[in-house]
């Protein structure tokens, strides 16, 4: 897939793997739009990198509607939608008292808000003569961890919706891409015990991103990632067990 001239929009694009994307893809000459809840860390990241942006909280169907307005004044056609969008709350299910508000917010940013993103941006998607959407999931869609387990049913249903839709936006020559990163040096790596579990940067996960996307690899396993799906698949027990102890 060529980078060059299209026009990209990247939810959660203020910040982490969302805010690399957008910088790196704008080198490669794209146009980038960038939407996140935090108007001033947009309008810094838009000052400073040469980004466009739009304020939007896209769990929220009425914001999510305000983005698709303020984008089809601005431009005729999108290019490329990637949902990166995400959160990972971290409590104990049995003794939090706020549970079920946990685990309703996981659900509806990092399962429901994507599609719904995408189903109202599919008219823009649609004018474009090379389209693509990008879900963002993660390595814990090949195996769940017991100190995410909303976070890790949410990326595993993303994970199958990539695989349906993909076959589904065929016939409107709409690619669909699956980014699937390990863990990852982010704001949510606080979630992680990193002496045990290695982080990847996201300079070099958007670089194999990118990759991925120019040779039109459409489930991008990136990193150690790689590993964690071929376990999955000959050793999942073993390999459900190592997941445990890395979290105790």
């Known amino acids: 897939m060529r980078i060059q001239d299209k026009i990209i929009l990247i939810t959660g694009g203020n910040a982490g ?23 001033a860390t947009l309008a810094s990241a838009a000052k400073q990198f040469d980004l466009d942006y739009i304020r939007c909280d896209v769990s929220l169907a009425y914001d999510q ?29 049995v003794d939090d008292a706020d549970t079920l508000t946990k685990v309703v917010e996981e659900i509806q940013v990092n399962a429901i808000s994507p599609l719904s993103t995408t189903y109202h941006l599919l008219p823009m998607l649609k004018r474009s003569h090379d ?23 949410t990326k595993s249903f993303i994970h199958h919706c990539a695989q349906t839709l993909r ?12 980014l699937l990163p390990p863990a990852t040096k982010t704001a949510m790596a606080v979630n992680f ?18 990759k991925g996307l120019q040779h039109d690899r459409f489930e991008i396993v990136a990193g150690s990632s790689k ?4 376990m999955s698949r000959l050793a999942p027990k073993f ?7 890395s979290f105790n």
Request: charge should be positive; aromatic fraction near 10%; charged fraction near 20%.
């Open 167 to 178: 076959y589904q936006f065929k016939a409107y020559n709409i690619k669909v891409f699956e």
């Open 65 to 93: 509607k305000l983005m698709v307005k303020a984008l089809q004044a601005r431009y005729e056609r999108l290019d490329m939608l990637i949902n990166n969008a995400g959160m990972m709350h971290k409590y104990a299910f």
């Open 227 to 230: 590993q964690v799906r071929l």
């Open 131 to 153: 389209a693509a959407v990008v879900f963002v999931s993660s390595v814990l869609a090949y195996v769940p961890s017991p100190a995410a387990p909303i976070y890790s049913g």
């Open 17 to 39: 793997i969302g805010l690399e994307m957008a910088k790196q893809l704008t080198k490669l000459g794209a146009k980038v739009i960038i939407c996140g809840r935090n108007e």
């Open 193 to 210: 015990d990193s002496a045990k579990i290695p982080l990847m940067s996201v300079e070099k996960l958007v670089a194999e991103f990118i």
């Open 239 to 245: 390999l459900f067990k190592q997941i445990v102890k």
